[in-house]
């Protein structure tokens, strides 16, 4: 057996507990996600089956968990003692030792996390098992959860190798497992999420390997896995001045006051502002901004609107979403429910109390058999289609209890829908539809009733409001700018509405004014923008940068001012600091000036890490010029001096030429 | 003296602010029992793990067998064999997995002398390492070190913990080494019965810093003891700076001298009411004058008598 084999098989004996503790672990996880699966009828939300958000949170972390400790233990259980020796000293390369070691331990890791997923996919393939459809990439979820996993594993190995302060730098290495962690949690695509988890996973694993080959120490390492280490601890140094700074910030100062304002249609149409501020429920106020008396959440004050969202977007599919694969339609909540699967664009009957699939209703009609059931040209744009659903040219909807699709409009030849919504008449929810297309916007407000067409204005769009005024027998049609009112700082142009008779004959048309969706009511000088001085300065710049290059050169505002200079000062305080260290340790020209650089340009950050990667040697007085000089260097710094080299007493030579103790008395 | 298996020159080590070796300057003949003796705390554990390349020297370098300590290579760890203090082993192994773990790394090993060693200390093949005695599991450390028959054997204070009959077998599991050509042993001690019976060379660490390097031939030429008596109370001796020790009893002072000249050795005699006379010093003795020189034993007690 060659040296990587039985390094292996003695790697795969030790981890054994370790395996099935993971084992456990990861099982415990699964068998608690299923059991705590809400009802199907509250799965809009979360999800279902593996998919199902408590149990992908849950599996995250004990896998995170586990393969941390994993790591930490296979690698620290060698660290105490002469074991380390026993270990390294034999006639075989470091590097050999540590792959071997770390394909062990990788090995049974994905083992067992593994092992239990295959079991939970199946167990939740089986039909009778979830209340929802099962589709195999719902695995996906898990398989980056596992992927984390890895990252935490080399994070415990290095924590277990590395020799540093435990208070100090040596948990570091989490802050690059957590901001893994957070990508699978986060991130919606799943070979970007793979990717990048795999990469952190790299790093890690490379600091890693430098500490075990340097047994621990910082120095002597290749510059790869110096670079490695110093990007892992980069990672919890920003984590940890983040999280610090947030506390600090909370605690200081724990309100954060800011204000909402949207646009709202009162039930006799008019348009009004409707405000919501911090630790105060909404109020309303006129277009001009002055209060108007009316009770928020009185039933039929606002009138319900549908919101067809027309600018042209990607959408973002999440692989760890439900809805990725499946759609839940609004017929049949209580025994049985419709599912429109994505990839095939069937309509799926499922039976929620035999938990089985009753049948697929496609462009064919309905068949018990799904894969009979042909293709329905449907598009989803949004992950909110309910009852409608729209192709290009046509919108249509499910009959539930005849079981066929039912079509309510068509449109006119050479225009395409873009969008299509139902809005309350009267005491009908869903009893008004509107559609939008490129050119016109349809709406009808009864059952069987003609649609009127209404032409969209020349300007740019995202979503278009469309309500009905039940006592004027008029629609309210707003057109609002891209973006809506999404995250927008600056004041954004809210243009019309309008306002439409039932004969499709527009009877006025509202200007709105500018608005601004977000606006922060603390003042600028606060606590927690004071904290901007913690920040890179190349984010906040960067940040400008882009928005100007977005938007196009504009005015900055004040906030961003405040942000960019605090941490400009912040960067510029970190390379002092630092600059003042690497002179004081004698360091190079080129590694001083690049300490520098980079404390300048990621701030307190870049002053930390050069902290926690760089050992400073004692200094000692110098015996020829009193001076403190460092005990690595063999001259003195000052002068020159070479150390005092300590004469033996008794030597060769001196029996072959016998001499005065040259030790004095008071050695 | 031939061409030295370890040389290190200036090899210092600090520990933040605390020095463990100071400028260790020092040179290992082939072939030779060379003992590494010094109190607790004096820098050996330290310089034998900065030899064996597990830990970085503060300054100064060491070779061994001319390979750079810094960046021990690989073929270099395969001739030295290297025992560590606390003899600590895979606890969950038995003797036979770990020799089986053992063997596929080492091309060389030697199978008979690893059967040989641990049936000298009798130990069970099928025994896990965690039900061992110490002092078998010393032997079965040491077997697990010879086996792969290396050219060096560094031993880190191997009789630490052992009783005197397994002291006894694991220095003879040495004294066999020695018998092949061209082996060395350095070995660190505190047990210096052992280092008499064993080595041949030996040098002596006190407070991180090297006091002696030499064969054990030379070193006892060098420390050596004499008797000097009176008619009453003993003076007080002049300072000189060979004394390494000096003991007063009631009309006598026993002084142990390092490097004596003639004249010092007339300047004593002067003294003396009566010719000096030699005792014979025993490497132990010898060694502990050496490393209490600081300490003015025989003053010391000579006030607590008084």
């Known amino acids: 057996m060659t040296a990587f084999g039985t390094m292996l098989k003695k790697e795969f004996r030790e981890l054994l507990p370790g395996a099935g503790i993971v084992l456990a672990a990861t099982s415990i996880a699964f068998v608690y996600g299923f059991w705590r699966q809400p009802p199907i009828e509250q799965a809009v939300y979360s999800g279902w089956g593996l998919l199902e958000s408590t149990l992908v949170t849950v599996t995250l972390l004990s896998c995170c968990a586990s393969a941390a400790g994993l790591g930490f233990m296979q690698f620290f259980g060698e660290t105490r003692g002469d074991l380390w020796a026993f270990l390294v000293h034999r006639p075989v390369g470091r590097g050999t030792l540590f792959a071997a070691k770390a394909a062990a331990g990788v090995a049974v890791y994905l083992l067992a996390t593994t092992i239990p997923l295959l079991a939970a996919t199946w167990w939740s393939a089986q039909p009778a098992n979830i209340t929802a459809p099962f589709d195999a990439r719902f695995m996906l979820a898990h398989a980056t959860n596992i992927a984390a996993g890895l990252v935490f594993y080399f994070a415990g190995a290095l924590i277990a190798r590395r020799q540093a302060r435990w208070f100090g730098g040596r948990l570091l290495p989490l802050g690059l497992a957590i901001g893994a962690g957070g990508v699978a949690a986060g991130a919606p695509w799943f070979w970007g999420a793979l990717a990048l988890i795999l990469a952190t996973a790299a790093i890690n694993a490379l600091a890693a390997a430098g500490a075990f080959l340097s047994h621990g120490a910082d120095r002597p390492q290749p510059w790869y896995t110096r670079a490695a280490l110093g990007l892992s601890l980069l990672a919890g140094i920003a984590a940890v001045v983040t999280f610090s700074a947030g506390i600090v910030a909370s605690l200081l100062q724990p309100r954060h006051d800011y204000r909402n304002t949207f646009v709202a249609f009162l039930a006799d149409g008019t348009a009004v502002l409707q405000v919501h501020e911090r630790y105060a429920g909404p109020r309303y106020t006129d277009l001009d901004g002055q209060p108007l008396d009316i009770v928020p959440g009185t039933a039929g004050r606002e009138v319900h609107m549908a919101h067809l969202t027309v600018e042209t977007q990607v959408l973002q599919q999440n692989y760890r979403e439900c809805t990725s694969y499946y759609l839940m339609m609004s017929h049949e909540w209580r025994e049985r429910m419709w599912f429109l699967q994505r990839a095939t664009r069937r309509l799926l009957l499922y039976d929620l109390r035999s938990r089985h699939i009753v049948g697929a209703l496609g462009e064919n009609g309905f068949h018990a058999r799904p894969e009979v059931a042909t293709p329905i040209p449907v598009l989803v744009r949004h992950y909110w289609t309910t009852s409608l659903m729209h192709g290009e040219d046509r919108v249509f909807m499910i009959e539930p209890e005849a079981r066929e699709l039912r079509t309510l409009f068509t449109a006119p030849s050479g225009e395409v829908i873009l969008a299509a919504g139902t809005f309350r008449v009267g005491d009908d929810p869903y009893g008004g539809v509107a559609v939008a297309t490129e050119r016109n916007v349809y709406m009808r407000q009864q059952e069987a009733g003609p649609f009127v067409a209404l032409a969209r204005p020349n300007f740019e769009v995202g979503t278009i409001q469309v309500g009905h005024v039940v006592d004027q027998a008029t629609f309210v049609v707003r057109h609002a700018p891209p973006g809506f009112n999404w995250g927008l700082a600056q004041p954004q142009p809210q243009r019309v509405v309008q306002y439409v008779s039932a004969e499709g004959q527009t009877l006025r048309t509202v200007e709105l004014p500018a608005l601004r969706f977000y606006e922060k009511l603390t003042p600028t000088s606060s606590v927690e923008e004071a904290f901007s001085v913690l920040l890179p300065p190349l984010l906040p710049l960067v940040g400008l940068i882009g928005e100007q290059i977005g938007r196009g050169p504009g005015p900055v505002s004040t906030d961003v001012v405040w942000v960019l200079s605090l941490s400009l000062l912040g960067g510029v305080i970190s390379a002092v600091l630092a600059y003042t260290r690497t002179h004081r340790a004698s360091m190079s020209h080129t590694g001083r000036i690049g300490w520098t650089t980079f404390s300048f340009l990621s701030g307190i950050a870049g002053y930390l890490l050069l902290l926690a990667m760089h050992t400073v040697p004692a200094r000692i007085t110098c015996h020829a010029c009193r001076k403190r000089r460092w005990v690595c260097r063999e001259r003195c710094e000052h002068c020159g001096a070479p150390h005092p080299q300590p004469a033996a007493l008794i030597t060769e030579d001196q029996v072959a030429a016998p001499v005065p103790c040259p030790i004095g008395p008071n050695w | ?306």
């Not at chain 2, 077997?143 to 694991?170: K, M, W």
């Open chain 2, 1 to 306: 003296m031939t061409d030295p298996v370890i040389q290190t020159q200036g090899l210092t080590r600090y520990f933040g602010g605390k020095c463990a070796l100071d400028s260790l300057t020092l040179s290992v003949p082939r072939g030779c029992v060379f003992a590494f003796v010094g109190r607790n705390g004096s820098g050996k554990s330290t310089t034998i793990r900065m030899l064996m390349g597990l830990l970085q020297a503060t300054r100064g370098g060491a070779r061994v067998l001319g390979y750079d300590c810094a960046i021990l290579a690989p073929e270099a760890r395969g001739r030295i064999g290297y025992l560590a203090e606390g003899h600590d082993l895979y606890n969950w192994m038995t003797v036979a997995q770990l020799e089986a773990f053992q063997a596929p790394f080492f091309p060389h090993w030697n199978k008979a002398l690893f059967d040989a060693v641990i049936e000298h200390f009798g130990l069970s093949r099928s025994a896990k390492a965690r039900h061992l005695s110490r002092g078998e599991r010393a032997g079965l450390a040491l077997a697990l070190t010879l086996a792969p028959d290396p050219e060096l054997l560094i031993l880190d204070d191997p009789a630490l913990g052992l009783d005197p009959l397994a002291r006894r077998a694991l220095l003879e599991a040495m004294v066999y080494v020695t018998r092949r050509d061209d082996r060395t042993i350095f070995f660190s001690s505190h047990l210096l019965a052992d280092v008499e019976r064993v080595a041949d060379h030996i040098a002596i660490l006190d407070q991180s810093v090297l006091r002696a390097a030499c064969s054990v031939e030379t070193f006892r030429r060098c420390v050596r003891q004499f008797v000097l008596q009176f008619p009453g109370r003993p003076p007080t001796l002049p300072e000189m700076p060979e004394i390494l020790e000096s003991f007063s009893a009631e009309r006598e002072v026993r002084v142990t001298l390092a490097n004596a000249t003639q004249q010092t050795l007339s300047r004593l005699a002067e003294l003396s009411a009566a010719p000096l006379r030699e005792v014979p010093l025993s490497l132990e003795d010898a060694v502990i004058s050496l490393l209490s020189r600081r300490k003015q034993r025989g003053f010391f007690l000579q006030e607590v008598a008084s």
